[in-house]
């Protein structure tokens, strides 16, 4: 993807944008500009989720009443209105509810404003001829907060993402405020999805993602340039650790050598900014990565006993952030409830991730939403699942699992077998070893199965020791596709499990020691069935997958380089 700037149109303040024609007749270009001096389109997208850092900060209870008092004024006067309840995008779960008492599912949208007005007018992000006070929104973070409290998933999505153009009313950045007037856009009309900003502000912003993603979004928090380096600062610095020089063509030395080193508020600032850093293939997705592992060392330091246990350091962090946010459906206690229901998070139990992209076939310099695997990841969003790469849960999840062979098990009971290609079977690893489900499905295929990769699906539960085949019980031919599977993979238990329709999920536990046969058409077969249990044991059956390895994860616990 080029690195250069793109022109396009900017609204001033008060005026209504008029993008021109580019590309395809059905597609025209972002309404908001990217063009002018390269420190003008830069990114600033890490300083955003900082937001969620000062959400977990606030489980520090011992220090709510010093928060309350002097933060509740700043996020009420610095209030938006973003939240858009009413929008048909809004996707519904489909996956296993939640037992009644546990905590709702919430998805948070960070937004990062780029207003080049007032403290955020320095030299790095503006030059005079554009100092108009316009803003964009240059990133895009969804924090997806688990209804078990075990994860936090946060979903970047590249500020060169085309969409389909929204329809928003316009608003004026320099006041912040909506006006009655509906931006015009026509059938086929397709934007970079940071341009939702520019012409509706934060609302148009949710309703881009809400429109993309069919998740409900139900608090906004944004931040500014001013608003990342004065909380960096707050905390004396942070700690990061460069995997090597960091040379930007615009900014110049961000980070002279590599190594662990300590860097302060300006310095944190172009390092999630950098765009055009030598060595850097991918402009955005790079930099991306680089704002993760920021914002993880920031997290791990926030969370730390010598931030928690210092009321000063505390203090001004927090207030670094409540006077350089913008928020919708947010009070300080709002943020101390929902960082209590974590109990003690730690660090490792949030994890980054990038929305899945291809180079776009229409702009040369956008990408384009890779629409098999972002599905997926929609998907296990909107029903509250962990994606490939995070941390199993460390507490007693909130949906039922599948129990043992050893535990709850009832009279057998039997079937006469059928084709094994005609049933719908998924394979869950739950054996804490890697390899297993894909080296199983080849095994499985050699005996007359017809499982792809598609059926290899990332499990909720920890892991177990037996072997486990799931079916619904709501209709008898799945107990005889379960037998089915049970006789081809020795020593599995057949648990009944609500909500599957017609799946199969095949659980292989760690006593699975990888032995897989043939089972005859016809032939009469016997099964221990367990006692019934309510709900799919990923509660995610219902759909789309993504096996190990097709996306990329930044884990806030783990000791990464930028």
């Known amino acids: 993807m080029s690195d250069e700037p793109r022109d396009q149109t900017e609204p001033s303040s008060g005026a209504t944008p008029n993008p021109q024609p580019a590309g395809p007749a059905t597609e025209r270009s972002s309404p908001a500009r ?19 850092v000062a959400v977990i900060v606030l489980a520090a209870t011992g220090w709510e009443w010093v928060i309350k008092s002097r933060a509740d004024a700043g996020i009420i006067s ?28 919430e998805n948070i949208l960070l937004l990062g404003s780029d207003t080049r007005s007032g403290d955020n007018g320095n030299e790095g992000n503006t030059d005079a001829s ?19 409290r075990q994860h936090v998933t946060v979903l970047s999505i590249p500020r060169d993402t085309m969409i389909d153009a929204p329809t928003c009313n316009e608003w004026d950045a320099a006041t912040g405020q909506l006006s009655d007037s509906v931006y015009p856009v026509s059938p086929g009309d397709r934007w970079h999805i940071n341009s939702a900003y520019s012409v509706g502000g934060p609302q148009c912003s949710v309703r881009a993602i809400q429109d993309l993603t069919g998740l409900k979004i139900d608090r906004v928090i944004g931040i500014d340039f001013a608003g990342f380096q004065n909380m960096v600062d707050a905390l004396g610095g942070i700690t990061v650790n460069a995997c090597g020089p960091i040379i930007d063509a615009e900014l110049n030395t961000v980070m002279a050598q590599g190594g662990v080193q300590v860097i302060g508020g300006q310095q944190a600032l172009d390092l999630v900014r950098a765009r055009k850093v030598q060595g850097d293939t991918d402009s955005d997705l790079a930099r991306i990565r680089r704002q993760q592992i920021v914002l993880s060392s920031i997290l791990q330091q926030v969370t730390s006993a010598g931030t928690l246990l210092n009321p000063a350091t505390l203090d001004a962090f927090l207030q670094a952030f409540v006077q ?49 695997k972002a599905q997926a990841v929609f998907d296990a969003l909107v029903n509250d699942q962990p994606l490939p790469g995070e941390p199993a849960a460390t507490e007693t999840p909130s949906t039922p699992v599948a129990p043992s062979p050893s535990t709850s098990q009832s009279a057998p009971d039997s079937a006469v077998t059928i084709d094994p ?21 080849e095994k499985l295929n050699g005996v007359g199965f017809a499982v792809t990769e598609d059926d290899l699906l990332a499990p909720e539960q920890d892991n177990q020791d037996g072997i486990t085949v799931a079916y619904d019980p709501a209709d008898p031919a799945n107990l005889t596709a379960a037998l089915t599977v049970a006789a081809a993979v020795p020593g599995a238990t057949l648990v009944p499990t609500d909500g599957l329709g017609s799946q199969i999920q095949l659980l292989l536990g760690a006593s699975f020691d990888g032995t897989v046969q043939s089972v005859p058409v016809g032939s009469t077969v016997t099964g221990t069935v367990a006692e019934p249990i309510s709900g799919s044991p990923t509660g995610a059956s219902t759909t789309a997958s993504l096996s190990s390895g097709e996306l990329e994860s930044v884990n806030a616990g783990e000791a990464l380089c930028a």
Request: net charge negative; charged share 15%; aromatic share 4%.
């Open 34 to 52: 990217r063009a002018g001096s390269g420190r003008h389109q830069l990114l600033i997208a890490g300083r955003i989720a900082v937001a969620l």
């Open 78 to 105: 610095r209030s938006v209105q973003a939240i858009v309840t009413d929008d048909t995008n809004i996707a519904t779960a489909t996956g296993t509810v939640a037992p009644p008492g546990s905590y709702a599912p």
């Open 130 to 148: 554009t100092n108009d006070g316009v803003a964009n929104s240059d990133t895009q973070m969804i924090a997806h907060i688990s209804a078990d």
């Open 324 to 372: 350089n946010t913008f928020t919708d459906n947010v009070t300080i206690d709002d943020l101390v409830t929902l960082a209590q229901s974590f109990g003690t998070l730690d660090p490792s139990r949030v994890t980054f991730f990038t929305l899945p992209t291809v180079p776009s076939s229409s702009d040369p310099d956008a990408l384009d939403v890779d629409q098999d």
């Open 421 to 441: 290609s005609t049933i719908d079977l998924a394979i869950l690893n739950v054996s804490g070893r890697t390899g297993v489900a894909t080296d199983t499905m």
